[in-house]
C-alpha cells in the first residue's frame, strides 16, 4: 500500500509527483529545492538554499510522521561541487549520528535556476 504526505510548510509539487509516499515501512521524499514555501520564490544564497531545502524536508518528514532523524539515504545534487564544504558544514544542523548514506553529485541544471536540491529515504523507528 502506498500512502501520500504533503504539507503546506513546503514548497507545493510543481510536477506530477507528491511530496513524499510512505510504502513498506519506509518514507520516501522528493527531491526538495530550496523554494519559499509562502512564496513559491528561490531563496538567494546557497547558504541560505541549502538550509532552505533542509527545512522543506524536515517539514514534508514531519507531516508524514517522521523526521530527517529517521534518514538512511540522502542524495544531494548541487550545480557547482564547490559548494560541497558548505553542505557539509550545514547538513549536521539536520541529520544526527550516524548520519544517513549520501550520494552527491553536481547537475548542470535544476528546477527555477535552483542550486541545490536533495531527496531522502527515511525508516522511522518502530
Avoid: C, W
Wanted: hydrophobic fraction near 45%; charge should be neutral; aromatic fraction near 6%.
Amino acid at each position: 500500500m502506498r500512502e501520500p504526505a504533503h504539507s503546506k510548510d513546503a514548497p507545493a509539487a510543481i510536477g506530477t509527483y507528491s511530496q513524499a509516499i510512505k510504502a513498506g515501512g519506509a518514507i520516501y521524499l522528493s527531491g526538495q529545492t530550496p523554494l519559499d514555501p509562502a512564496t513559491m520564490q528561490l531563496v538567494e544564497g546557497i547558504e541560505n538554499q541549502i538550509h532552505r531545502v533542509f527545512r522543506n524536508l524536515q517539514a514534508v518528514a514531519t507531516a508524514a510522521g517522521a523526521s530527517l532523524h529517521d534518514a538512511v539515504r540522502v542524495t544531494v545534487y548541487l550545480t557547482d561541487l564547490a559548494n560541497f564544504a558548505k553542505l557539509n558544514e550545514i547538513m549536521p544542523q539536520y541529520f544526527r549520528e550516524p548520519f544517513p548514506s549520501r550520494t552527491t553529485v553536481q547537475v548542470s541544471a535544476l528546477p527555477k535556476g535552483a542550486a541545490v536540491e536533495v531527496d531522502a529515504i527515511l525508516v522511522p523507528a518502530r
